[in-house]
Structure formats: structure tokens, C-alpha cells
């Protein structure tokens, strides 16, 4: 929905849910014209955490990444039980999850969410990334409402089991793997001592 798609269907949908990245989850109103500028076109958007009014260039709207909202169960739902990535450390880790976030996908929300779980599981957030996982989850809770027709309680509990499964495989798979170095080291020094018998 960039400037390839400059019109896109939903702008013609009143009502639609729509997800602004600056912004969250929004209902298009209507398309408008603002007196000051009246050769152009706004999308009127209401926020639906604050109940603000917000209008939006139209021609800008691929380029702020606006998108409909509520068809991406599967695809959230594929990033979140799939396995965990390396996790990311220092300073880049930050820029990494605002990235992310800038970007708006639902895969890449639901990348940054299952980052910062790893994270939370493992050294701990600390406040600031804490209130960006916050806001993420909120978001992604809000697309699977809109996607399954379930409460936002419904859909954080989905969110929730996803990421406590997905993480319940990585610790299995990391046990898995101590227990195969352990015997690698094993045999291997059983190897070296065998060697040193017949030398």
C-alpha cells in the first residue's frame, strides 16, 4: 500500500479498522477536505484508544504506512510459534525493535513482540521497553480481535499461550542440544583416551 496502490479500496469503506504505526488502531470516517488546503484530499481518522480526530494527507498514506487492520491472524500467529531468533544485544537491539515497530506489519509487530518476550523471559526489560512491549501486544491483541471477532481479553490469552508454547519448544530445544554437546564431549574424550592407550 505505498505509492504503487495511491487509492487504496479501503478508503472508500467508512467504518473500516485501519492501523496507523504512529499511532495504533483507528476507524477511516470518511475522506475530506481541510479548508486551508482545499485541493487536497485527507483521510479523517478517529483513534480508537483517545476518540481523537485525525486527518491524514491521502497522498501520504502509503508512505506513513497506513494498511487495513484485521486480517492477519495467520500471518502473527505463524511469527509468534515459530522458533525464537539470536537475540540482539547492546545498543542495536533498541533501534532493531523501533524499526520494527516503524515499519507497522503485522509480522514485524509480531517480530518485536516475540523479541522482547525472549528478552522479558530471560535478562528482563527494562521500563521503556516494558511500555513499548505493552503497546505492541495491545496492538497485535487488537488485530486478532478484529481478525477472529473474539474480546480483546480473548486475543491477549491467544497472544499469551502462542509466545508461552513457542518459548516451552526453545527451552526443550536447548536442552536437547546441551544434552548432544555433552556427549559429543564425552565421546570425544573417550576417543582421546583409547588413542592414548594404544600410543
Given at each position: 500500500?505505498?505509492?504503487?496502490?495511491?487509492?487504496?479500496?479501503?478508503?472508500?469503506?467508512?467504518?473500516?479498522s485501519?492501523f496507523?504505526?504512529?499511532?495504533?488502531h483507528c476507524?477511516?470516517?470518511?475522506?475530506t477536505?481541510?479548508?486551508?488546503?482545499?485541493?487536497?484530499k485527507?483521510?479523517?481518522?478517529?483513534?480508537?484508544?483517545e476518540g481523537s480526530?485525525?486527518?491524514?494527507?491521502?497522498?501520504?498514506?502509503?508512505?506513513?504506512?497506513?494498511?487495513?487492520?484485521?486480517?492477519?491472524?495467520?500471518?502473527?500467529?505463524?511469527v509468534?510459534?515459530?522458533?525464537?531468533?539470536?537475540?540482539?544485544e547492546?545498543?542495536e537491539?533498541?533501534?532493531?525493535?523501533?524499526a520494527?515497530v516503524?515499519?507497522g506489519?503485522?509480522?514485524?509487530?509480531?517480530?518485536?513482540l516475540?523479541?522482547?518476550h525472549?528478552?522479558?523471559?530471560?535478562?528482563g526489560?527494562?521500563?521503556?521497553?516494558?511500555?513499548?512491549r505493552?503497546?505492541?501486544?495491545?496492538?497485535?491483541?487488537?488485530?486478532?480481535?478484529?481478525?477472529?471477532s473474539?474480546?480483546?481479553a480473548?486475543?491477549?490469552?491467544?497472544?499469551?499461550?502462542?509466545?508461552?508454547?513457542?518459548?516451552?519448544?526453545?527451552?526443550?530445544?536447548e536442552?536437547?542440544?546441551?544434552?548432544e554437546?555433552?556427549r559429543?564431549?564425552?565421546?570425544?574424550k573417550?576417543?582421546?583416551?583409547?588413542?592414548?592407550?594404544?600410543?
Open positions: 500500500m505505498g505509492e504503487r496502490d495511491p487509492n487504496p479500496v479501503w478508503m472508500t469503506e467508512p467504518g473500516r485501519i496507523y504505526p504512529k499511532v495504533g476507524v477511516f470516517r470518511k475522506l477536505q481541510d479548508l486551508s488546503s482545499p485541493d487536497k485527507f483521510l479523517e481518522l478517529e483513534d480508537l484508544e480526530r485525525i486527518l491524514v494527507p491521502m497522498d501520504r498514506a502509503g508512505e506513513l504506512r497506513l494498511r487495513p487492520a484485521g486480517a492477519a491472524l495467520d500471518e502473527i500467529n505463524q509468534l510459534s515459530g522458533e525464537f531468533e539470536t537475540p540482539d547492546g545498543s537491539r533498541h533501534g532493531l525493535i523501533e520494527l516503524a515499519e506489519s503485522p509480522s514485524s509487530l509480531a517480530k518485536a516475540k523479541r522482547l525472549f528478552r522479558r523471559q530471560n535478562s526489560l527494562n521500563r521503556e521497553e516494558e511500555q513499548v505493552r503497546k505492541i501486544r495491545s496492538w497485535l491483541a487488537a488485530e486478532v480481535a478484529l481478525s477472529r473474539c474480546t480483546r480473548e486475543a491477549q490469552a491467544l497472544l499469551t499461550r502462542t509466545l508461552q508454547d513457542a518459548m516451552a519448544a526453545h527451552r526443550e530445544k536442552k536437547q542440544e546441551a544434552l554437546r555433552r559429543a564431549a564425552k565421546a570425544e573417550e576417543r582421546e583416551a583409547a588413542a592414548g592407550r594404544s600410543a
